[in-house]
């Protein structure tokens, strides 16, 4: 999918002026309302429906900051300055007036078209289900406060200040990273989604920018932010494990996922996303926007890691390819058997099942018919063309007749 048309059907998707947007609709290209009307069916499938838009598009769309530094929010916090702002909310370094200790605090943006209860109601559930956590991994979340000015009256969480960069910041400088480091992000990446999955939290919006990265006296700390999205176990009475949303960023989210239902192992294909890019430095599904790349993956199996970095371990190789299967339930089933796998070296058994699996998948299709071929070619050339029927190579029977009766 090219970007202008990405941009037709972003356009048309996202658009706020209803009153004309019956018109664009009838003016729009077939081919373009389909897409639009798909992505629609989606939505209307969650009681909330959450689409980030690629980082790019969203630079260009957003409005300017809902505070401004020095600002006070909620009585309480003085802000310092805008630490970064998401498809969904906002996140301000601020100094606690009462204690004086410096805290990062979070508040939805007004021009998503959510009303004060649903984003009371988004605050008030990422607070909760983010105090349900408590890992060095799990970005820290103190309280919920309400603010009221003469213009408006916004909630806002109080969290941890993580002062660091993000996965997202790090990559886009450096590239690729080394597997020696990238196996250390892997390792506290996952124990944190697994304290999450533990208590019956699933993320659904893991991404680059979504994990801090931060240097501390014994080393560098990964951190998990942002669970404005995470749905907990207790939110579906019929099925604990089974969430209904379409909500998430499309380039990191999970085939099903895009078609309106995660569970725990959508956090699983998310992590593996993240892994893959950052030591391959490329991206297992081709496309030129979110869109692309997230309809591509609903299709087509991910490249082998190899294929991107030669280099790429085996372990990983194998480890990364079961992540991000298509169907859920042939991926691995709890993210600590990602860990592991990533963590334990091939056994020789094991790089001989890979390798007579991809030589039976990619090679057998074009041996087969050679094959047949060559022993097609045989049975002609070494079958005996002019060889005599086995009768005639015997002596033909004597014929005997009684002596003729001389009696007449």
């Not at 002026?17 to 081919?31: I, K, P, V, W």
């Not at 606690?96 to 078209?113: H, M, P």
């Not at 890691?305 to 990983?316: G, I, Q, S, Y």
């Amino acid at each position: 999918m090219d970007p202008s048309r990405w941009d037709k059907i972003r356009s048309l998707f996202f658009r706020k002026d209803l009153s004309g947007r019956s018109a664009a609709f009838a003016a729009a290209d077939q081919s373009v309302l389909a897409q639009v009307r798909r992505l629609q069916a989606f939505a209307d499938s969650s009681s909330l429906s959450l689409i980030s838009e690629d980082s790019a598009d969203l630079e260009q769309s957003r409005s300017a900051p809902i505070f401004e530094n020095g600002a006070v929010v909620a009585n309480r916090f003085q802000v310092n300055q805008i630490l970064g702002r998401g498809g969904m909310g906002e996140v301000y370094e601020a100094v606690d007036k009462i204690n004086g200790s410096r805290v990062a605090i979070k508040v939805l943006r007004d021009d998503i078209d959510l009303s004060a209860q649903a984003t009371e109601r988004l605050l008030r559930r990422e607070f909760l289900l983010s105090q349900r956590i408590s890992h060095p991994n799990i970005c820290r979340v103190n309280d919920l406060y309400l603010h009221e000015s003469d213009k408006q009256s916004l909630y806002v969480v109080s969290m941890e200040l993580v002062a660091g960069r993000t996965l997202a910041e790090i990559f886009a400088d450096r590239g690729r990273l080394p597997i020696q480091e990238v196996a250390e992000i892997a390792r506290q990446l996952t124990a944190g989604v697994e304290a999450a999955h533990r208590v019956g939290i699933v993320h659904r919006d893991l991404k680059p920018s979504n994990v801090m990265i931060v240097d501390e006296p014994a080393g560098k700390r990964v951190v998990i932010t942002d669970f404005g999205l995470a749905r907990s176990d207790r939110d579906t009475a019929s099925n604990r494990t089974n969430f209904r949303g379409f909500a998430g960023t499309l380039r990191y989210m999970a085939p099903e996922q895009i078609e309106g239902v995660a569970d725990f192992r959508a956090d699983i294909y998310s992590v593996s996303l993240i892994l893959y890019e950052i030591l391959t430095g490329g991206f297992p599904f081709s496309g030129a926007t979110g869109m692309a790349v997230a309809l591509n993956r609903l299709a087509n199996p991910p490249r082998d890691p190899a294929h991107v970095f030669p280099e790429t371990p085996l372990n990983w190789r194998m480890a990364l390819l079961k992540g991000l299967a298509r169907n859920p339930t042939h991926r691995f089933q709890r993210i600590a058997e990602l860990a592991g796998a990533i963590e334990t070296p091939a056994s020789t058994r094991l790089r001989l099942r890979w390798i007579y699996r991809q030589l039976r998948v990619r090679w057998v299709t074009a041996v087969a018919p050679l094959a047949l071929l060559a022993v097609g070619i045989a049975a002609v050339l070494l079958w005996p063309s002019h060889s005599a029927p086995v009768w005639r190579t015997r002596p033909p029977p004597t014929l005997s007749f009684p002596a003729p009766n001389s009696v007449c």
